[in-house]
């Protein structure tokens, strides 16, 4: 279990990338969701100890991360946002190294590494230079290191940003195959909704709402969303678009309004920012 | 320490850059051997050895000084450093691995001019073990100083040019390929301040070049300790 225990970071005096956000990670899959700059990463950084938060701390699987930084890197595996490989060394070469930094030695570094490549269907690249892989490509190695560290607990910071469908899908096949207890941020719903049991969603550095997906979606039980440009009836309103949320009786009223009607996802979780919810 | 890391990324990142990117390798060649060609020419042959011996010196310094570009760009481009913050390994273990990366990359240089250090007469056997010594202290020396520069970076823009012309200053204005007895001592001082400069006055002094001058192992030494204390301050290890 993560505890996440008032953590805070300002990078300048007046900015807050988190204030004061207190959670529990229990599932075994939680995602992280929110806009670019809404602290998700900087959370990461601190969780697998790569930034020192400016007040808080959190505990994971029993370790503080300020006190027990060494055994809960012994303990964690994490690929940052937007990582790339080395592009003159291959797979193999740079997930060698990265699994003699966690501690293995070479020659268990290499096993682990080609038996992670084949389960990722990567073994026929191993010893390419990085820079011929294509970007799913790329990021599976990545995963890859992940797997092969056997790390019991994984952070993946947005690991399909910027990739193509065919890509992503590669990526979530390859995450799906890792036992750990893994923390990811994205800001696709439809890679939390694929990939994670437990949602948190950051805005401003805040926890706007915390849970399953189930919970977090039941607020929403019998509910649509209905959706005009300009349209004068409105929960939220994003630039010209008027969100409406309405129970499946008033579909056809709303219809006729002009509303589009929309089955309620994830994306309804974030949209609403906890607002609906709450009400 | 984690001395398996450092060896294996050394020669991964040594090794296969000279095998899969010899452009490089060609580049970093071609300021030392382009000064000792023009030194032959305008010196009529007499400061040759001068030019021989300081070859291997602005190898290793300007490789090493081009380490900023890989650490700034490991740490805010391609996030490398990152994903090493996260495990075992120390920030010392890291720089050091870096720094050794540079030294086997300089290797063929170091071998060429070795050969022509032979052929000429620079270099013996005998001084063959304090050369070396000298060039690892460099090696250190000025990757920490390329660590320092990157850590200071927010945007990995400026520096490739930054370290072009650190490269430059480095090892054109110290006594790398001219004898340093041409400088007034106080001078030879002031430029002590780019770690090439008590380098070159030693090799100058261990082939037989000039005299020796043992201050100049002091300055290498606070030099190399200096750099090395600060660059594990500024390389933004745990932000």
């Known amino acids: ?279 | 320490m984690n001395p398996k890391f450092i060896l294996y990324f050394a020669w991964y990142y040594g090794f296969y850059v000279i095998l899969r990117g010899a452009s490089y390798l060609l580049a970093s060649l071609s300021l030392p051997l382009a000064l000792l060609f023009m030194v032959t020419i305008f010196t009529h042959g007499t400061l040759i050895a001068f030019a021989i011996a300081g070859g291997p010196i602005a190898i290793v310094a300007a490789n090493s000084i081009n380490g900023a570009g890989d650490a700034a760009f490991f740490r805010i481009q391609i996030r490398i450093q990152d994903l090493f913050v996260a495990t075992s390994i120390t920030s010392q273990d890291y720089m050091f691995a870096l720094s050794m990366s540079y030294l086997v990359f300089s290797l063929p240089g170091i071998v060429l001019y070795a050969i022509l250090g032979a052929y000429f007469k620079v270099f013996s056997l005998s001084s063959l073990l304090p050369i070396v010594g000298v060039l690892v202290l460099l090696t250190l020396t000025i990757s920490n100083l390329s660590f320092i520069i990157a850590g200071l970076l927010k945007h990995i823009r400026n520096v490739w040019g930054i370290t072009a012309i650190l490269s430059i200053i480095m090892t054109v204005l110290p006594p790398t390929f001219y004898p340093y007895t041409f400088l007034p001592q106080g001078v030879i001082y002031i430029l002590s301040v780019s770690p090439v400069t008590p380098a070159a006055v030693l090799i100058q002094g261990i082939v037989g070049l000039e005299p020796m001058q043992f201050s100049m192992i002091f300055i290498l030494f606070t030099e190399t300790i200096l750099f090395t204390l600060l660059g594990r301050k500024f390389i933004r290890w745990r932000e």
């Open chain 1, 1 to 279: 279990m993560i505890e996440i225990l008032g953590i805070s970071k300002k990078y300048d005096r007046r900015t807050y990338a988190l204030n004061e956000i207190n959670a529990s990670l229990k599932e075994r899959v939680t995602t992280v969701i929110g806009r670019n700059g809404a602290g998700k990463t900087t959370l990461i950084r601190i969780l697998s100890t790569q930034l020192t938060p400016t007040s808080g701390t959190a505990v994971i699987e029993g370790l503080d991360i300020l006190k027990e930084t060494k055994k809960v890197r012994q303990i964690i595996s994490s690929i940052p946002q937007e990582s790339q490989l080395i592009g003159i060394l291959s797979p193999l070469e740079q997930m060698q190294l990265y699994l003699m930094a966690r501690g293995f030695s070479s020659s268990q570094a290499k096993e682990e590494s080609k038996y992670a490549l084949d389960e990722l269907e990567m073994y026929a690249y191993r010893n390419a230079p990085s820079d011929t892989l294509s970007g799913g490509m790329k990021r599976k190695v990545f995963v890859a290191m992940a797997l092969a560290s056997k790390a019991p607990i994984i952070f993946l910071d947005e690991p399909t940003t910027g990739l193509d469908p065919l890509s992503r899908i590669e990526v979530w096949s390859a995450i799906k195959r890792l036992s750990s207890k893994i923390i990811l941020t994205t800001h696709y719903m439809e890679e939390a909704q694929e990939l994670s049991n437990e949602v948190m969603v950051i805005d401003q550095g805040n926890i706007m709402t915390h849970g399953t997906i189930e919970s977090l979606l039941s607020a929403f039980n019998g509910m649509m969303r209905a959706e005009k440009l300009d349209g004068a009836e409105y929960d939220i309103k994003i630039a010209n678009v008027a969100i409406k949320y309405i129970g499946k009786e008033r579909v056809d009223e709303f219809v006729k309004k002009g509303y589009d009607i929309k089955r309620v996802n994830l994306d309804d979780i974030f949209l609403s920012r906890g607002e609906i919810l709450e009400s």
